[in-house]
């Protein structure tokens, strides 16, 4: 296996010549986050990344975090590894200052998490559901509670969880069992939760859990679920750590993969009740918990990210030195990067690491201006901009970093099947993305039911309108330009289709979602590719920039939109051909 770099230049090109994120300095709250300070920012987070949580990457995989009487122990190195992280101020990046944060923006945030992914999955899982906590946190406690935990959660000090899941309610939420008591200026909490990521470890001194669950008079459904904190330890009133609240870990899930990852069934109130304390109103719980999930599944699009370079850098380190065959030009005896075939497995996972990428970071982008923009139209478009983006970000990314690990393993050959060689391990940590933080399937149905049909269409319309607007702009690459505009048409079209035909059966939507999702997905990725390639020529042309490095973003967008776009007309046919017959199946059309 490779040792794990940092790729600045393709994280530099993406944030600063795609994206312009010194745009957002013209905002108040950034305006301090000069262009150098970013840099130096991005450039230390990869070096924290590739130095520290890399090296232990594979020893996490090997020895797993374990339960034990309560306790869980992560693997060797993690305790360490992750106190360096807090004594960095990597957790604090993009937090607000009034609590400790950096203040930088939520973007800058993104680039450091993409390096923990790629050096460190399970590592990454940690922090990025603290930060997830503390969006939710911040958009919807009591102030009491904001001071009172916050500054440690942004920190890194203190960790944060999401539980949500229980045995018999995955997705469906509606039934759960854990419910909520009030208890003077508290409520006990009893019921158990599983999946829960990070829910025990030894990493950090407490541990606020963010619980889903209805009060015990709470109206059936989820219109009766409510969000609570819960810590691990109770808190003095000089806010020191007090007695242990009733909460513990019942086990650890034995999984495919994220092995270093503790993923908890936790127990809450086995004995007089575990104590929590409501976040936002009561029956709220959904809304303010949808702000932690959100953060999460874009997030979880950018470990397909992570992973995705993770493999294409390893796969490429073995290519260039693993000696087989004979080169079909000379008839030497060549490196296996000679071959065509694996030529086309590389080119094929950094284009689409690449688009991932793009996609991650202009969802971030949206992110920060819905936020932060100064005027309210621009955050009301940002804001639909962001939830347009969410679910493709989600879903796409994680349909591809399956793909793109897996051809990790293939060019690796007979070797990648061989788990001593390490690349099989980003294949099985990978597995998970698709599944949690709501299924692909779920971010279908949500982009097509929510995003498209809610309202007719406007979002979706808003970011054609901008496709349309690079077509007018682009002063090279005119093949390239007529083929993806062709396939824009063709998605325009699926999606007319869609909004004409949504009420024709209940099983609509989901018959066609998934389709939808990815030629959509496909379509974004080919517009960030088609731009990348048109401002790669005019840096060539004006004699600026890494001449090779910029050759080979042309090559990648050429790869891209002429090997792996056409997918999109085949996602599209599917759509409007095959949407009569996915309303058709039932049940016992399998046996």
Not at 88 to 104: H, K, Y
Not at 141 to 170: C, F, I, R
Not at 479 to 503: T, V, W
Request: aromatic share 8%.
């Amino acid at each position: 296996m490779a040792d794990y770099k940092a790729p600045i230049s393709e994280i530099d090109f993406v944030i600063n010549d795609l994206l312009n994120i010194n745009s957002l300095t013209a905002i108040p709250e950034f305006s301090e986050a000069t262009p150098e300070l970013l840099d130096a920012v991005v450039e230390e987070a990869g070096k924290f990344a590739a130095e520290v949580f890399a090296p232990i990457n594979r020893i996490g995989d090997l020895q797993h975090s374990r339960a034990k009487d309560g306790e869980v122990t992560t693997p060797e190195g993690f305790k360490e590894a992750y106190q360096l992280f807090v004594e960095s101020g990597w957790m604090s990046l993009a937090q607000d200052p009034e609590f400790g944060g950096q203040g930088l923006p939520f973007t800058v945030h993104m680039t450091a998490s993409e390096f923990w992914n790629s050096a460190n999955t399970s590592m990454a899982l940690c922090p990025m559901l603290t930060a997830g906590a503390i969006d939710a946190l911040a958009a919807h406690a009591s102030q009491e509670l904001k001071e009172t935990y916050l500054p440690k959660l942004v920190s890194g000090e203190w960790t944060g969880t999401m539980n949500l899941t229980e045995s018999h309610a995955g997705s469906d939420l509606s039934n759960l069992k854990t419910k909520a008591t009030p208890s003077g200026d508290h409520y006990l909490l009893k019921g158990q939760k599983i999946y829960i990521t990070w829910g025990e470890h030894d990493m950090a001194e407490n541990i606020v859990h963010i619980v889903l669950a209805p009060l015990v008079d709470a109206p059936a459904g989820v219109k009766g679920l409510s969000l609570f904190l819960v810590p691990k330890f109770l808190l003095n009133d000089d806010g020191s750590l007090g007695e242990r609240n009733d909460v513990q870990v019942v086990s650890t899930e034995h999984k495919l993969g994220i092995n270093a990852s503790p993923t908890c069934v936790m127990g809450f109130g086995e004995n007089d009740g575990a104590v929590g304390y409501m976040i936002g109103e009561p029956g709220q719980g959904l809304t303010c918990m949808f702000t932690l999930m959100n953060h999460a599944r874009l997030e979880v699009g950018l470990e397909g990210v992570g992973l995705s370079e993770r493999a294409y850098q390893d796969a490429l380190d073995y290519a260039r030195t693993r000696v087989q065959g004979r080169d079909p030009l000379s008839g030497e005896a060549t490196t296996i990067i000679g071959h065509a075939d694996v030529q086309r497995m590389l080119m094929q996972m950094k284009s689409m690491t690449d688009a991932m990428r793009a996609l991650c970071y202009d969802a971030s982008m949206s992110h920060d201006l819905r936020k932060h923009a100064v005027s309210e139209e621009e955050r009301s478009t940002h804001s639909t901009r962001f939830a347009l983006l969410t679910p493709i970000t989600k879903a796409w990314c994680t349909e591809l970093v399956n793909e793109v690990t897996s051809l990790g393993v293939q060019v690796h050959g007979g070797m990648g099947f061989i788990e001593e060689t390490g690349v099989a391990q980003h294949y099985r940590d990978a597995r998970i993305t698709s599944i949690y933080e709501g299924t692909n399937g779920i971010q279908a149905n949500d982009l097509v039911g929510r995003k498209l049909l809610r309202d007719g269409g406007a979002g979706f319309s808003n970011l054609i309108a901008e496709m349309d607007a690079t077509l007018k702009s682009l002063s090279a690459n005119d093949e390239l330009a007529k083929q993806f505009s062709f396939y824009k048409e063709h998605l325009q079209k699926s999606a007319q289709y869609i909004l004409d035909n949504a009420d024709s059966s209940a099983k609509f939507e989901g018959a066609v979602a998934y389709n939808f999702l990815m030629q959509i997905g496909y379509v974004c990725g080919a517009w960030y590719h088609l731009r990348s390639a048109e401002l790669a020529s005019q840096k060539l042309g004006a004699g600026e920039g890494d001449t090779n490095f910029l050759n080979n973003k042309i090559l990648a967008a050429r790869f891209f939109i002429e090997q792996l776009l056409p997918r999109a007309q085949a996602y599209g046919e599917a759509v409007i051909a095959g949407a009569k017959i996915g309303c058709e199946l039932s049940a016992d059309a399998f046996q």
